[in-house]
């Protein structure tokens, strides 16, 4: 009712269910700059000067006294410009949106006994996972969830991959390849008392075309890996050096972890993050209508041409905030709120 009444727009309704549904801290951060407003308002900046053009378009097409040589507004380029670049600079946001709304998976891996179930057990803050120094201990996959800086990943702790000759084990490790394959993230976790070893190599091998965080573990133990011979395997990575027992780097690597999800630092995340594909769409729509004014205005082609192009950019904003949403698509937007009796 209170869109009907237009007293909100139809981003501060979504909102309204983003509140509900919100996944980490990061997310009812999100949603509540939304209810309150923030998309709304920078959508409807974005139509208000698209509409400043257009008006002005208009009034040269309805007074002039040729067909198309009058010359462009002032700063109508310039305008459009900004308006394009604000749009891109929403649409940048779209990939932690998604991370955001969904979630993401990272997958904990390493051969066995290197500390995996350590790790998991320091990133949650709890004693998840059954830890001692028998390799193997871990034969089956553990899932938890964490929050990252606002993104809930997924961790599961896999079994350590060796050549065993336990059957359970063996189910195991198939186990772990299958989630590596399906993971957003992989957690490579090397022992830093150690040299790599065989099975560190053929991890090392097989995780190579995948996002990977490598982490040297046992940091509170004198260091032995050969640091050369790691850097030759992981030429455009760096290992972040950690341990999970006493806590050293953790910090570090929830930083990390999260960086490459997004590719930015935590404390640059934006207060607007577009987290509907409805509004992706729609402002990828809006981006191209602009182009193909932007062009048209460059090669001086007539204005109603720009203007075509101008009132398409306007439906597609219109779309977000509701001023031209069709009846189809508010019905599947409200249909997602469950009304108490």
């Known amino acids: 009712r209170a869109f009907l009444n237009n007293r909100i727009d139809l981003t501060q309704a979504e909102a309204l269910m983003g509140l509900m549904t919100a996944r980490t801290s990061r997310g009812l951060e999100i949603a509540h700059a939304q209810l309150q407003g923030a998309l709304g308002r920078r959508i409807e900046a974005f ?100 929050d990252i800086h606002g993104i809930a990943v997924r961790l599961t702790d896999t079994a350590g991959l060796r050549n065993p000759d336990n059957i359970i084990e063996k189910e195991g490790i198939e186990r772990a390849w299958e989630k590596l394959s399906a993971a957003d993230l992989v957690i490579l976790v090397l022992d830093g008392s150690a040299p790599l070893t065989g099975e560190d190599h053929d991890i090392l091998e097989k995780t190579k075309s995948h996002n990977i965080v490598p982490v040297i573990n046992k940091a509170d133990l004198e260091h032995v890996l050969n640091d050369r011979e790691l ?33 930015e630092q935590a404390e640059q995340a934006a207060e607007i993050v577009i987290t509907h594909i409805r509004h992706k ?39 977000i905030v509701g001023v031209t949403t069709s009846e189809d698509v508010l019905d599947r937007i409200f249909s997602t709120f469950c009304i108490g009796k």
């Open 47 to 146: 139509r208000q000067t698209l509409i400043e053009i257009l008006a002005t378009l208009e009034a040269a097409i309805d007074f002039s006294e040729d067909d198309g040589g009058h010359a462009p507004p002032d700063g109508a380029a310039a305008q459009l410009r900004d308006v394009a670049d604000g749009i891109r600079e929403l649409l940048s946001t779209c990939k932690e949106g998604a991370m955001i709304r969904k979630g993401v998976s990272a997958v904990i891996i390493g051969r066995a006994n290197v500390g995996k179930s350590s790790l998991l057990n320091r990133l949650l803050g709890e004693n998840r996972a059954i830890v001692t120094a028998l390799p193997g201990t871990t034969r089956d996959f553990i899932e938890e969830s964490i």
């Open 231 to 263: 850097q030759s395997w992981l030429p455009d990575v760096e290992p972040l050096r950690i341990s999970a027992k006493t806590g050293f780097g953790i910090p570090a690597l929830k930083e990390n972890i999260y960086r490459r999800l997004t590719g």
């Open 281 to 319: 769409t729609a402002l990828e729509k809006t981006i191209g209508h602009l182009q193909q004014a932007q062009a048209s205005l460059a090669n001086a082609m007539s204005f109603e041409f720009i203007a075509f192009d101008l009132r398409e950019a306007l439906d597609s904003l219109g779309e």
